[in-house]
Structure formats: C-alpha cells, structure tokens
C-alpha cells in the first residue's frame, strides 16, 4: 500500500504526477518555450520559465480534462501578464476544444504586484474566461490545497468555478490577513495568531459558510477521488452560471451578513450554527468533520 502523498507539501508538477493518470499529462508552453514575464528583469526579479504555472491536458480516472497548477514557491503563486495570459488561453482552448471540464489546482496570494496593472488586468481577464467557459457547457472544478491558499484576485476565481474541494490546510478569502491587519489594524485580526488565521480561512470554516463542497484530507489520493466525483456530477449537467444561482448567492451573503455579521471568532459562529461541540472543530479529521456537518444539517 502506498503512502499518502500530502497535496499542501507537493509542488505543482509533483501534483499533476499524482492526480492525474499516470503519464498523461501534456503540456501547452512547457518551460523549454522560455515564455517568460516581460516585467520582472526590469526590476532585476527572477524569472521561471514557465511563469509559475503548468497547463496542459490530462486524464483524470480516464477522462480527458484541461488543468492548471500554479506554482507557490514561485513568488507565491501570484499572477502576471504570462501566468495569467496562460490560464486565459487554457481555458478558451477548453471551450473550442470542448472538453468536459478544466481542473484548476490554484495556490496564489492573487495579482503579481510586481507588474501592478498587468497583473490585475490577466486576473479580470481570467475570471471572465472561467465564466465563458462554464456558459459553453465546460465545467470549472477548483482544487484548493496549497501552502499559500486562493486569496486575492484568485480566491474570487476559485469562487467562479462550479464546484470547490479543499482541504482543511487549505485557505480561501478574498483579503489575506497581513494585508487586514495593515488596513485595519491588529485588533480587527490578528495574522500572527495562525490558529485564528487558519479557523477564518481554512477548509472547515469555508465548508461550513458554502464557500466549498468538498472538504477532504490533506492527501493528493483524497483530492484525486473527488475530483474525478466532481468531473462525472457535472457531466452533461447545466454548468452555467444562471441569474437563479446569483440570486441565490446573493441570498446566502445576505444571511451569512445578518445571522453572523457582528461575531469575529469562526468558533462563535459555529456556535451561533448550532454545530455540537463547536470548540472541538478544529480537532477533528476530515472524515469526521463531515459527517458531523451532514449530522447537523439533517438535524441528527
């Protein structure tokens, strides 16, 4: 039996080795085309030949997909004019190539703020792609694991996407909490406290809030299977975005807003959801967190 490889530890390309079939994965703009960033040698940054992030297409359980990972140990997996211009391309090429779905393997604290407007132009330029796509009938699944989350211009993205499986290692937020703190103060959020930070943005809270609808363990086996769980869902279903669903959306920000606006620990939250032992979630293993949630909502 092998050993649980640990999505939040493994590079991009050590995860497209593992989660996809083995030997499948073909890259569009491999690192030996030298498609770099134009900006960052003008500030005399560092450059990675394949601007910190992988596309290509792959079998997933013998389905063919489009994916992209994004590299975090480069500058944090943040988006530039390339990186960005590659995911765009990945997936216009999904649509006219009409594949069944892209698998998005984000990590990024969002824009490269090395190249300022660029980068936040490739990251509208991106979500508006994610969102043409999904009307053609492609669906978007996200996959959020890595050590430097989905914030920023990327964690609006992930939430473009029709379906979001993280890990509880994983975090998701618009904001990440250095830059709360400097706007807000410490006293609004603590960065430091890596507790806080990880009940705030990390896997269970986002599960628990529907910001995600998968939350499993911090293995590239576990990510796997529920990707391809999500893949064969949204076969053939209806993957656009419908003016109901933002309706709906806007109906759960709403309440979230109403029912838990004035309380800043997720625990008190939790609490407020009626969740059995609330203090204890963050003990808890994924396996036994979800079934704890599926016990809550049917009333059990």
Not at 109 to 138: P, Q, Y
Not at 141 to 163: E, H, K, P, W, Y
Request: contains cysteine.
């Amino acid at each position: 039996m092998s050993r649980p490889v640990s999505y939040q530890e493994a590079t991009a390309r050590e995860r497209l080795h593992h989660l996809f079939n083995a030997g499948s994965f073909e890259e569009f703009l491999p690192p030996s085309e030298r498609v770099t960033s134009p900006h960052l040698p003008q500030l005399n940054a560092p450059v990675a030949f394949d601007d910190g992030v992988a596309i290509g297409r792959a079998l997933l359980g013998g389905v063919p997909v489009y994916v992209a990972a994004q590299e975090g140990a480069f500058m944090g997996g943040a988006v530039g004019e390339v990186h960005g211009a590659k995911l765009v391309g990945l997936l216009r090429k999904a649509v006219a190539d009409k594949v069944a779905a892209v698998v998005l393997l984000v990590e990024s604290g969002g824009v490269r703020l090395h190249e300022a407007n660029a980068g936040l132009i490739a990251v509208s330029e991106v979500m508006r792609a994610l969102l043409d796509a999904r009307d053609a009938g492609v669906a978007v699944v996200v996959l959020v694991g890595g050590s430097n989350g989905a914030f920023g211009g990327m964690g609006i993205v992930t939430r473009c996407a029709n379906v979001v499986i993280m890990s509880e290692e994983g975090r998701l937020a618009m904001s990440g909490p250095e830059v709360i703190e400097t706007a807000n103060g410490v006293e609004e959020f603590d960065s430091r406290d890596r507790a806080l930070v990880w009940r705030t943005t990390g896997g269970k809270h986002r599960y628990l809030l529907g910001d995600c609808q998968r939350i499993v363990a911090d293995d590239v086996a576990a990510f796997r299977v529920a990707a391809q769980e999500a893949v064969a869902s949204l076969a053939g279903g209806d993957t656009a975005l419908s003016l109901e669903a933002l309706e709906a959306e806007q109906k759960m920000l709403s309440d979230r807003l109403n029912n838990y606006g004035a309380l800043h620990d997720p625990i008190d939250i939790w609490t407020a959801m009626q969740m059995p032992d609330a203090a204890n979630i963050p003990m808890l293993d994924a396996d036994s967190f979800v079934a704890a949630a599926a016990s809550h909502r049917h009333g059990g």
